[in-house]
């Protein structure tokens, strides 16, 4: 069964969830009405059971809690990782080429495989016709909202941090730093919550007419974004960009961004040179946060 529910009552958005069995089942346990509530509660059902917990937090621990045997194998593999059954034990494959804080977040989302098992196996597979892909799909977007939520990018946290440090890029890397996480994760976490129209663009060079120009690889926008991009979009000639691509450090402007003859936003840009990962390659890129003023 598929439906649509208000999903993040902590802050007050909506975001449109497919509902499955799982989802019912797991609603149902912890007596909740939105997906993060749920996962929350089931959560801290066991890691309350706990004296005290640091963040970032121990996640060999934190699997032997949940019944995973806590060596994790680093092995060669497609995919970023899974959790195996073996003569009645349960184990963590990871893949042992990505980065460490790619790694936590894998090893994490395998935990809330485990997580969200319990619930699911009690489902009487008879009451409704499975379809494995909606199942599949649903499971995998509850077990990343699951491991952003054990790495610590619980609402109330991020809430906070933005209420304390406000929406920019060295709240990102304060977040990366905090928690452990990559700065994409932490990216998706604060864009999330940020109640004002911002944006994380991750951009690539491209030359148009010899001259360097940068187009949107891919982005995060809040849900007051005014802007879409599709394709390659190529950015206007701003010069925070350049700044921030030839100088190889962070540049914070303020500019105007004209979109065809009407729309005009006055932009608060921020700019840095790092690597971008397109798909498995990583490329030298500029990642931009754009808060359009109000
Ligand atoms: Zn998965």
Not at 138 to 157: K, T, V, W
Not at 196 to 222: K, S
Not at 260 to 284: F, H, N, V, W
Request: glycine share 4%; net charge neutral.
């Amino acid at each position: 069964m598929i439906g649509v529910i208000s999903l993040n009552q902590s802050s007050g958005r909506c975001v449109n969830f497919r509902i499955g069995n799982g989802t019912y089942q797991l609603l149902n346990d912890t007596n909740t009405s939105s997906i993060e509530d749920a996962l929350i509660v089931s959560m801290d059902r066991k890691l309350n059971t706990l004296s005290h917990l640091k963040y970032p937090l121990d996640l060999e621990f934190i699997a032997s809690i949940f019944g995973i045997d806590p060596n994790f194998r680093y092995v060669e593999m497609q995919q970023a990782g899974r959790l195996v059954p073996l003569e009645g034990k349960w184990y963590i494959e990871v893949n042992k080429h990505h980065q460490r804080v790619r790694q936590r977040f894998s090893i994490a989302h395998e935990i809330g495989h485990k997580a969200v098992m319990t619930s699911k196996h009690r489902i009487p597979k008879e009451r409704m016709a499975y379809n494995p892909t909606h199942e599949k799909d649903e499971e995998e977007e509850m077990c990343d909202l699951f491991a952003s939520f054990l790495l610590g990018l619980r609402p109330q946290h991020i809430i906070s941090i933005l209420d304390d440090r406000g929406f920019s890029l060295t709240t990102i890397d304060y977040l990366t730093s905090q928690l452990n996480v990559s700065f994409e994760t932490a990216t998706r976490a604060l864009v999330r919550h940020a109640e004002i129209p911002v944006a994380i663009l991750y951009c690539l060079p491209t030359l148009i007419a010899n001259t360097e120009r940068f187009y949107v690889q891919r982005y995060y926008p809040a849900a007051q974004f005014p802007l879409t991009f599709k394709g390659k979009s190529i950015l206007p000639p701003f010069n925070c960009l350049t700044r921030a691509w030839l100088g190889n450090k962070a540049a914070k402007m303020l500019e105007l961004w004209q979109i065809g003859r009407q729309d005009t936003y006055t932009c608060l840009l921020e700019a840095k040179r790092m690597p971008i990962y397109a798909s498995e390659t990583r490329e030298d890129g500029l990642v931009v946060a754009v808060i359009i003023q109000e």
